[in-house]
């Protein structure tokens, strides 16, 4: 082998070697570190300051009100779910028909800050008329809360307004 040949594998190792240690580094850095957590005021502060603009340039009057969702049926549909414990304790999040996923990855409409929480920990929805929460096959579950017992759900289950679930730590009810 020419000496040329032999250096080129040096460095090329050299390189693979790093590229090896800066990947461990960069694994650590996110143990130690958990997931960052984006506040959800900022970005609705920004979303606020952005509509007016957006309007003038959509040719539409600044003090355009919003429409709101109307209720369905008896008006008791299940509108936000809240926080009660903790580490978000007094968040509030509104829920979306088509599904709110709870769990720790930057993803999820509701990234818990809970060691004992999955990645995507779980999902509640609506299909017609009625809510369900399920499951994702998280590795401490998903459990019902009522009368002070705790009821591991196991497939996917109706819930309605009033409903207490808690993932790891948190603990959150469904209110309309």
Not at 3 to 12: A, K, Q, S, W
Not at 139 to 152: E, H, P, Y
Request: glycine content about 10%; aromatic content about 6%; hydrophobic content about 40%.
């Amino acid at each position: 082998m020419s000496e040329l040949t032999v250096t080129v594998l040096r460095l090329g190792l050299l390189a693979a070697l790093w590229f090896f240690v800066f990947s461990i580094v960069t694994v650590l850095r996110s143990d130690l570190y958990g997931t960052r957590i984006v506040t959800r005021r900022e970005a609705r502060r920004d979303a606020r300051r952005a509509r007016p603009a957006a309007r003038a340039a959509a040719g539409q009057p600044a003090a355009a009100a919003p429409q709101r969702r109307q209720r369905r049926g008896n008006g008791r549909t299940i509108a936000y779910l809240a926080v009660t414990a903790g580490p978000l304790n007094g968040t509030t999040l509104p829920l979306r028909d088509q599904g709110t996923l709870i769990g720790r990855n930057p993803e999820c409409a509701l990234v818990l800050d809970d060691d004992y929480a999955s990645g995507r920990h779980a999902k509640i929805y609506r299909e017609g008329e009625q809510w369900f929460v399920e499951d994702l096959g998280s590795t401490n579950g998903t459990f019902l809360v009522s009368n002070g017992t705790q009821q591991r759900l196991t497939a996917v289950t109706p819930v309605g307004p009033g409903t207490t679930l808690r993932f790891g730590k948190t603990v959150v009810e469904l209110r309309s």
